[in-house]
């Protein structure tokens, strides 16, 4: 008798529904790793998301929403067999938790090699959002890459739309070359991403051209994602880079198959760092 009770109440317990934990944010972060990235590179860029995430602007976004926390994973991913959970899933809630991510950040190997599979990179990044245990307001996939070229797996096409239909939102950091002193030669990096990459409603592109200007480029790349509302990602991009010269205004980009902007876009340009980007002002 007692085994038969005990077998109920393991089943009771095995079908209980999975209680989700309601936040403001799931975001997955897929940083290049493939071969055009060497070991020093793949610190350095961890480097410039452990300041970002625990940069007290990020630290303000984060708690500018809602519930006041997000979950977020780091990727690394390369070819379509290779893509590694750096650090998984973690709540960031202030500035312990968001320290804590930073460390982990650091700590393990390079795992990732290949040549670039986006398609692979940006599906992996459903996944895990799909199999969570959290329930964000906003999900985003944040990828970022050094080119636009996918040579195996899924194509970006098909990755794009599994993604924005389930609806993930795609953000973009499009490095511009670490080590020299120009762009890409064969094409326009941002153009490819704003085309090829992103989408869902409010996607957008942020880019750095330096090793100055990467961390930097990360820490507003975070405020505009984690920010609910475009007013408190405004001001604290201003509070922070203590702009003096303003938004200008130009001319909107091509929007990608997927988004719904109901604005047109605005690209505000860092004088004192380099750093560009474009978001929805809605």
């Known amino acids: ?5 005990a077998l109920l109440a393991w089943s009771l317990w095995a079908t209980a529904p999975v209680v989700s934990e309601e936040l403001d944010l799931e975001l997955v972060l897929l940083a290049d790793a493939t071969g055009s990235i060497d070991d020093a590179e793949i610190r350095f860029q ?3 998301y452990a300041e970002a995430i625990t940069d007290p602007s990020v630290l303000d976004a984060i708690a500018s929403n809602a519930y006041g926390k997000i979950a977020v994973t780091y990727v690394e991913w390369a070819d379509m067999f290779s893509q590694d959970v750096v650090v998984d899933w973690m709540v960031i809630d202030g ?12 700590e393990p190997p390079r795992r990732a090699y290949g ?19 959290y329930k964000g307001l906003r ?41 020299c ?5 064969a094409y326009d990096l941002e153009d490819r991403f704003f085309r090829n990459i992103i989408g869902g409603p409010a996607a957008f592109v942020v880019t750095a051209d330096s090793p100055e200007t990467f961390a930097d480029a ?45 604005t ?19």
């Open 139 to 179: 999900r985003v996939i944040d990828l970022s890459a050094d080119s636009a070229n996918n040579w195996n797996g899924p194509t970006i096409a098909e990755a794009r739309e599994a993604v924005v239909s389930s609806g993930i939102v795609i953000n973009g950091l499009a490095v511009l070359c670490r080590h």
């Open 218 to 262: 990360v820490r507003k790349k975070l405020i505009l994602e984690i920010a609910a509302r475009p007013d408190d990602a405004d001001t604290i991009l201003h509070q922070t880079a203590r702009l003096d010269t303003g938004l200008s205004q130009v001319p909107p980009r091509p929007v990608p198959p997927g988004s719904e902007l109901k």
């Open 46 to 48: 961890r480097q410039g």
């Open 95 to 106: 500035p312990a938790s968001a320290q804590d991510f930073a460390t982990r950040l650091m």
């Open 1 to 5: 008798m007692r085994i038969l009770f």
């Open 181 to 185: 002193s120009g762009r890409p030669v």
């Open 115 to 133: 040549r670039n599979a986006i398609g692979a990179a940006l599906l992996k990044g459903k996944e895990l959002i799909d199999t969570n245990v």
């Open 264 to 282: 047109s876009l605005a690209e505000f340009h860092d004088c004192h760092t380099g750093v560009s980007s474009a978001y929805d002002l809605r």
